[in-house]
T-cell receptor, first 116, second 113 residues
Framework: GAVVSQHPSWVICKSGTSVKIECRSL??????MFWYRQFPKQSLMLMAT?????????EQGVEKDKFLINHASLTLSTLTVTSAHPEDSSFYIC????????????FGPGTRLTVL | AQSVTQLDSQVPVFEEAPVELRCNYS??????LFWYVQYPNQGLQLLLK??????LVKGINGFEAEFNKSQTSFHLRKPSVHISDTAEYFC???????????FGKGTRLSVIA
């Protein structure tokens, strides 16, 4: 149980285009989802927290107009990188938490984004 | 704000030797503590977690960790490592107010044959 999927697993895009990454909780309802970013050989940095049906809360320094997060249902959250630039290339990992398993976050396998 | 310090960025160790990966956290409130492993180009896999109860926590793949409140530490140990344990290990903390996990910078464990 407690499986989180991400799609796509990797994506290459041209500079200036937008990319959408999906995060799904497959066997539980995720009341809260988190998006992390990981640069090569570095730790995970929290980008934003989203609760189903409400606006995401972004961490300091994260541009909310660039990284659009939509938590449309209890099993789906999307991260859209708008007008992507090479510096947006990174490994993006989503995480989901249900209201039942207190305080445990389940992680997706990550999405590797490369912007050319 | 909470923070997590993983004192060693890289730990090389010979196969079948014991290993300890160190983790200290800053929070003064009650916390939940986690260790995750990440293999190259993959997501995170939970090794073990401390929520409450016994301070010695046993996880998967033969790993264990001990919660030490007075020293604000949660060090990860394994008595005998294998080549397959080569990976990046992350310590993470969340306070009992259900805040998002905050991660340490990671420790690269390299097991040498």
């Amino acid at each position: 149980g407690a499986v989180v999927s991400q799609h796509p697993s990797w994506v290459i895009c041209k500079s200036g285009t937008s990319v959408k990454i999906e995060c799904r909780s497959l066997d539980f309802q995720a009341t809260t989802m988190f998006w992390y970013r990981q640069f090569p050989k570095q730790s995970l940095m929290l980008m934003a927290t989203s609760n189903e049906g409400s606006k995401a809360t972004y961490e300091q320094g994260v541009e909310k107009d660039k990284f659009l997060i939509n938590h449309a249902s209890l099993t789906l959250s999307t991260l859209t990188v708008t007008s992507a630039h090479p510096e947006d290339s990174s490994f993006y990992i989503c995480s989901a938490r249900s209201g039942l398993v207190y305080n445990e976050q389940f992680f997706g396998p990550g999405t590797r984004l490369t912007v050319l | 704000a909470q923070s997590v310090t993983q004192l060693d960025s890289q730990v090389p160790v010979f196969e079948e030797a014991p290993v300890e990966l160190r983790c200290n956290y800053s929070s003064s409130v009650s916390v939940y503590l986690f260790w995750y492993v990440q293999y190259p180009n993959q997501g995170l896999q939970l090794l073990l977690k401390y929520l409450s109860g016994s301070t010695l926590v046993k996880g998967i793949n033969g790993f264990e960790a001990e919660f030490n409140k007075s020293q604000t530490s949660f060090h990860l140990r394994k008595p005998s490592v294998h080549i397959s344990d080569t990976a990046e290990y992350f310590c993470a903390v969340s306070d009992q107010g259900n805040t998002p996990l905050v991660f340490g910078k990671g420790t690269r464990l390299s097991v040498i044959a």
